[in-house]
């Protein structure tokens, strides 16, 4: 039997998170080979994830990414254990108030950019070889466009996104 791929998922507590978790258990049939799952959240709760092949194995380890000591923790843990990941599926994210005064900007940015990154740098090194793969997913309900300066002209794009058709 060949060793299980690792597969993590942040936030995987609800929401999109859970819903990849659930969908990658459910077809077996398009796994070829056995797959650890980490599903991961701030809680590390037992999110009771059924699996539908004795290939699979759950785990639900606890990962706050905006926290350099449980990033760390998780890593060592996770590298001890089985080496090298296949695929990192970055979900963890929160969303904004609805009310936006600056102040509401630092908790997005630590945790859709500045987490994601730090967990990026800390799982890269454990990455498979040619086929290891990271996925970052985002939303626009998490875009800080409510704290950027109106532009010049509403209806003119900025400059230097403009494109051109010729090469």
């Not at 859970?18 to 599903?39: E, G, K, V, W």
């Not at 449980?70 to 904004?96: P, R």
Request: charged fraction near 15%; aromatic fraction near 4%; glycine fraction near 6%.
């Amino acid at each position: 039997m060949s060793s299980p791929k690792v597969i993590i998922v942040t936030g995987a507590n609800r929401g999109i998170g859970c819903a990849i978790c659930t969908s990658l258990l459910s077809h077996p049939s398009q796994i070829s080979h056995p797959i650890t799952l980490f599903a991961t959240s701030r809680q590390g709760s037992n999110l009771n994830l059924t699996t539908s092949s004795s290939n699979q194995r759950n785990l639900y380890p606890s990962l706050d990414i905006t926290s350099s000591s449980s990033i760390s923790t998780f890593v060592l843990k996770l590298k001890s254990s089985y080496g090298n990941v296949e695929v990192l599926i970055n979900n963890a994210g929160v969303n904004l108030d609805s009310d936006f005064p600056p102040s509401n900007a630092r908790k997005p940015l630590d945790t859709n950019y500045r987490g994601t990154l730090d967990v990026c740098t800390a799982i890269l090194p454990l990455l498979t070889p040619k086929t290891g793969r990271i996925v970052n997913l985002s939303s626009a309900g998490s875009s800080l466009d409510p704290f950027n300066p109106p532009s010049p002209s509403a209806s003119e794009p900025c400059p230097r996104l403009k494109t051109s058709t010729s090469w």
